[in-house]
């Protein structure tokens, strides 16, 4: 509970004549936060107690993990089509060109080459502002051509989880296949000695954490994210159980041995070097 939730209660809507988002309202702890304070704490929570960690866009999570200008990103030219002609509310081809407009990427995840405090690192991140950060064949193939250039380079791997949307329902089978694709190439990457660090944000959940995000040799996570498989209430209508109220959070996991560790945002690239350190070093 945040001890300021009284105090700040007048300051629960922006008054008029503030321009919009110049406040939010925190979810964790209800107050009302500078927005620039906010960004300027890497999307974070200002309020001592609170400490949420918002959504992070993934070129932002590059700026923020990997050395400045250190990122290459790699295998630019694979773009999503749409195999199975798939409509929903609108057809595939159109949401995509749309996802792409909003967020500026190609597809949701993006891979590639950087540095970590100076040391070299093959970096993946998938990001959920396009289409929850589900993992469709171009996703999957990123990833797996990612993990195999970490393999042959002999590189740590680093693969940060912002999907909340698991298979892509869109591209039906071809989206299922990449869980097993991504997975033999960890088991590969794996054989060969290599040191896979997952990190898992809010949200990582469906065939994203039954793949990749659940295999690192170092299994890390972001403070107070969602992560599971099947949605909570799913498991609760199946199981006819109440669910302990933090069930599939960060903490959740880490008590139940999931997770190695709850790291904060602003301590996740020390702590990446760290560990890199430790485990090439012996
Ligand atoms: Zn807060």
Same mark, same amino acid.
């Given at each position: 509970?945040?001890?300021?939730?009284?105090?700040?209660?007048?300051? =629960?809507? *922006?008054?008029?004549?503030?321009?919009?988002? $110049?406040?939010?309202?925190?979810?964790?702890?209800?107050?009302?936060?500078?927005?620039?304070?906010?960004?300027?704490? $890497?999307?974070?929570? *200002?309020? *001592?107690?609170? &400490?949420?960690?918002? !959504?992070?866009?993934?070129?932002?999570?590059?700026?923020?993990?990997?050395?400045?200008?250190?990122? %290459?990103e790699w295998f630019t030219d694979l773009v999503p089509c749409d195999p199975l002609g798939f409509k929903d509310r609108i057809p595939y081809h159109e949401?995509?060109?749309?996802?792409? +407009?909003?967020?500026?990427?190609? =597809?949701?995840?993006?891979?590639?080459?950087?540095?970590?405090?100076?040391?070299?690192?093959?970096?993946?991140?998938?990001?959920?502002?396009? /289409?929850?950060?589900? /993992?469709?064949?171009?996703? &999957?193939?990123?990833?797996?051509?990612?993990?195999?250039?970490?393999?042959?380079?002999? $590189?740590?791997?680093?693969?940060?989880?912002?999907?909340?949307? &698991?298979?892509?329902?869109?591209?039906?089978?071809?989206?299922?296949?990449?869980?097993?694709?991504?997975?033999?190439?960890?088991?590969?990457?794996?054989? +060969?000695?290599?040191? !896979?660090?997952?990190?898992?944000?809010? @949200?990582? /959940?469906?065939?994203?954490?039954?793949?990749?995000? #659940?295999?690192?040799?170092? #299994?890390?996570?972001? *403070? &107070? +994210?969602?992560?599971?498989?099947?949605?909570?209430?799913?498991?609760?209508?199946?199981?006819?159980?109440?669910? @302990?109220?933090?069930?599939?959070?960060?903490?959740?996991? $880490? =008590?139940?041995?999931?997770?190695?560790?709850?790291? =904060?945002?602003?301590?996740?690239?020390? %702590?990446?070097?760290?560990?890199?350190? !430790?485990?090439?070093? %012996?």
């Amino acid at each position: 509970m945040n001890p300021n939730g009284n105090k700040r209660q007048g300051e =629960e809507r *922006p008054q008029r004549g503030v321009p919009e988002g $110049l406040w939010q309202t925190c979810p964790g702890c209800k107050a009302t936060i500078f927005v620039k304070e906010k960004v300027a704490r $890497l999307n974070v929570c *200002p309020e *001592p107690a609170c &400490g949420w960690h918002f !959504y992070l866009p993934a070129a932002q999570r590059i700026e923020q993990l990997l050395d400045a200008d250190s990122f %290459e990103e790699w295998f630019t030219d694979l773009v999503p089509c749409d195999p199975l002609g798939f409509k929903d509310r609108i057809p595939y081809h159109e949401r995509l060109l749309a996802e792409q +407009a909003k967020t500026g990427m190609s =597809e949701a995840a993006i891979v590639g080459r950087g540095f970590v405090r100076g040391r070299p690192v093959v970096f993946g991140v998938t990001d959920f502002a396009f /289409m929850a950060g589900s /993992m469709g064949s171009v996703v &999957g193939e990123k990833l797996t051509r990612a993990i195999e250039e970490a393999t042959r380079l002999q $590189l740590p791997l680093v693969l940060v989880s912002g999907s909340g949307g &698991g298979a892509r329902m869109h591209e039906g089978i071809l989206s299922l296949m990449q869980m097993a694709k991504v997975s033999a190439a960890l088991a590969r990457y794996d054989q +060969a000695g290599g040191l !896979y660090v997952a990190i898992l944000t809010n @949200p990582t /959940m469906g065939g994203v954490a039954a793949s990749f995000a #659940m295999q690192g040799d170092v #299994m890390l996570a972001e *403070p &107070g +994210a969602l992560i599971g498989f099947a949605g909570k209430r799913v498991i609760s209508n199946t199981l006819r159980l109440e669910l @302990p109220k933090d069930f599939q959070t960060s903490e959740f996991l $880490l =008590e139940h041995g999931f997770l190695d560790r709850i790291v =904060e945002r602003k301590d996740l690239r020390t %702590e990446l070097a760290r560990i890199i350190d !430790y485990c090439e070093h %012996e």
